[in-house]
């Protein structure tokens, strides 16, 4: 699975790191959100609530 965050989009919540904490990381450089392991989202289950609850549709998954 390829996980995408728009930085554009992202305003830097940190929802998705909560949420799904081995995929994504909030960068402190940049206050935005980033892909960390995009492997980790096959067996940790959590991209879908992590793309689901991002305020500004910023996380996108693609097969």
Known sequence: MNV???EEKCIGCGRCEEICPAVF????????????DPEACEFVG???AAEENCPVEAITLEE
């Open 46 to 48: 959590c991209c879908e």
């Open 25 to 36: 990381h909030l960068n402190e450089a940049t206050g935005k959100s980033e892909v960390i």
């Open 4 to 6: 995408i965050v728009d």
